[in-house]
């Protein structure tokens, strides 16, 4: 198979390795953790009970102004989001890393003098914690924050966002308090499986539209992520076992790095015009070589700090025009995404997420899995600045109704047609991933290799052991 693979505008994503702004950032974390023991516990305990680097659940930290030409000199800028009064934000602005609130007094001998995580849900946590402290901020804040532990003036807090992303903390009108929980339910209880998939997307953009007129895009868009997560994870095991770790802290999935959707070729565009309507920015456009047949379309959206990996099948003739926009029309034949949403349906509809992909301490969470009896896929990409490997293969049951249109349109085999019925088909994985120097790209030649590596056509669903399963990492 051609792997060769290309990214349209190039130059504008392509991605720097941001090692020495790392490195300063960790030092003041680091010098945190030995100044307060809550933390530092804390810091062991997610290694130990969820494979988990303490440095990716960092939402943000405090210095003094006079580590501001430190900042600058690393790659970091000023930021113009809201925050208190005499105080400046400072993030990268193409690197993966939490952000630094610079004010007087927020830090001693590169001591900062406050850090925070990010949870999913404050509630959660302190009740996993034992911790008797107030909440600030009301339930439908864009920002909440809770003071977990105060030691000799260094403060650990958390904070839970919701379609927010700057520092103040005010409290939501009765009114939208009530939007936020009826567009929580819109996104949980919407109906996915229609007589016509037509049907499915139309009802999809109208509750969009519902959402974004109730709460505004970008809590609309916070909380069908959330909801979306949800759904794929009740479908796979790997994510049930590893959301209990989490849980357990009471940290949830604020380390998710990427959400993965495929779509068939008639609905991508509307895919992508429902991300765009939640403000999502179109980033790197990947095609395969003429063999491989596929495509993607990576979007970002920097409010709430979610991306989505949106997957295509693709024609050779195809590469080079924006199938982000351009309406497909039905193949002659079907790849690995167009023959998985025509198993199961399409991410956006009946199928939910391909997969989740969450940031992890790579090599530690393989072993922790392992001894879960979940195993994991040999690394797709094993890099010093990008590891990545899926969990193996978790089998859905296919409806016979789906298997049979395929074979009527001489689009999969007799005998495929037989073991799709009786085995199912490989439906959803968690993917592990480790990033160093912020990277924010994706390993873009070995994203061929894995999709073929989990195309139905190749795979048992009822023993799922998908290529090379091994217990340590090694070359992809």
């Not at 936020?180 to 049907?199: N, P, S, T």
């Not at 992890?360 to 899995?369: A, H, I, K, N, V």
């Not at 480790?434 to 669903?461: L, Y």
Request: glycine share 8%; hydrophobic share 40%; proline share 3%.
């Amino acid at each position: 198979m051609n792997s060769q693979i290309s990214s349209l505008e190039p130059n504008k994503f392509d991605w720097p390795l941001a090692y020495e702004a790392e490195g300063l950032l960790r030092r003041f974390i680091h010098s945190f953790l030995d100044h307060n023991q809550f933390a530092n516990r804390l810091a062991g305990e997610m290694q130990r009970l969820t494979g988990t680097d303490f440095y990716e659940w960092v939402d943000h930290f405090t210095v003094g102004a006079e580590h501001a030409e430190d900042l600058l000199a690393v790659g970091l800028i000023r930021e113009t989001v809201e925050a208190p009064f005499q105080t400046e934000v400072y993030g990268h602005p193409r690197a993966m890393m939490p952000r630094v609130l610079l004010q007087s007094g927020g830090s001693a001998r590169a001591v900062p003098a406050s850090l925070t995580i990010r949870t999913e849900s404050l509630v959660d946590f302190l009740a996993r914690q034992n911790l008797a402290t107030e909440i600030h901020g009301e339930f439908g804040a864009g920002l909440r924050q809770a003071l977990f532990s105060n030691e000799a003036n260094r403060r650990l807090l958390g904070v839970e966002r919701l379609g927010y992303r700057g520092f103040m903390i005010d409290s939501p009108a009765t009114k939208r308090v009530g939007a936020v929980i009826k567009v929580r339910e819109l996104w949980r209880a919407r109906k996915r499986d229609f007589g016509h998939d037509a049907e499915g997307v139309t009802h999809v953009l109208d509750l969009q539209k519902q959402a974004i007129d109730l709460v505004g895009p970008d809590i609309a868009c916070d909380l069908f992520f959330a909801e979306e997560r949800s759904y794929w994870e009740m479908r796979n095991r790997a994510a049930q076992i590893q959301k209990r770790r989490q849980d357990s802290l009471g940290l949830g999935w604020s380390n998710h790095d990427h959400h993965t959707f495929r779509c068939s070729r008639p609905f991508f565009a509307d895919l992508i015009e429902f991300l765009l309507r939640f403000g999502f920015q179109k980033r790197e456009r990947y095609y395969a070589g003429a063999e491989a047949g596929w495509g993607a379309q990576i979007l970002e959206h920097f409010i709430t700090g979610i991306t989505v990996f949106a997957d295509v099948d693709l024609m050779p003739e195809e590469t080079r025009i924006d199938f982000s926009i351009e309406r497909l029309a039905e193949a002659p034949r079907l790849g690995t995404v167009g023959l998985w949403c025509a198993l199961h349906g399409d991410s956006l509809l009946q199928a939910g997420m391909h997969h989740l992909e969450a940031r992890f301490d790579f090599s530690l969470l393989r072993e922790q899995l392992a001894a879960e009896g979940v195993h994991t896929m040999k690394p797709f990409s094993d890099f010093v600045f990008l590891k990545q490997a899926f969990t193996e293969g978790e089998g859905w049951q296919v409806n016979p109704a789906r298997v049979r249109t395929l074979l009527a349109k001489k689009l999969i085999t007799e005998q495929q047609a037989d073991g799709f019925i009786k085995t199912g088909a490989i439906g959803s994985h968690l993917e592990n991933l480790q990033r160093k120097g912020g990277f924010k790209g994706f390993n873009q030649r070995s994203v061929s290799a894995i999709i073929a590596a989990t195309d139905p056509r190749t795979q048992h669903a009822q023993h799922l052991s998908p290529v090379n399963t091994e217990e340590s990492p090694s070359k992809a």
